[in-house]
Nanobody
Framework: QVQLVESGGGLVQAGGSLRLSCVVS????????MAWFRQAPEKEREFVAA???????TYYSDSVKGRFAISRDGANMVYLQMNSLKPEDTAVYYC????????????????WGQGTQVTVSS
């Protein structure tokens, strides 16, 4: 059974940084495209960033491009480095995985973590 567990969320002032981590257990991590999504109150879940199974390609939403960086190690970890945080980045952040491609659609992903809260104060 594949499980994803996020950590690293918290409260930070605008302009600050946070690093989210996601540990993947079960399954073959090397086969998975991985992504981060977020959901703010009363808003739909939105794509943030994705990384291919090899780590060779990354994709970002326009709203975070240049500020956030997704990465993965060769074992079972996925990271989201978030810099220059803004109040509009406040949301619950979810790690997601699927066998195969790294895509931007939430419906494509089979495996999800429970989420970690990120709050950015102005």
């Amino acid at each position: 059974q594949v499980q994803l567990v996020e950590s690293g969320g918290g409260l930070v002032q605008a302009g600050g940084s946070l690093r989210l981590s996601c540990v993947v257990s079960g399954g073959d991590f090397s086969d998975y495209g991985m992504a981060w999504f977020r959901q703010a109150p009363e808003k739909e879940r939105e794509f943030v960033a994705a990384v291919t199974w090899s780590g060779g390609s990354t994709y970002y939403s326009d709203s975070v491009k240049g500020r956030f960086a997704i990465s993965r190690d060769g074992a079972n970890m996925v990271y989201l480095q978030m810099n220059s945080l803004k109040p509009e980045d406040t949301a619950v952040y979810y790690c997601a995985g699927q066998v195969g491609l790294a895509t931007k659609g939430a419906d494509d992903y089979e495996y999800w973590g429970q989420g970690t809260q990120v709050t950015v104060s102005s």
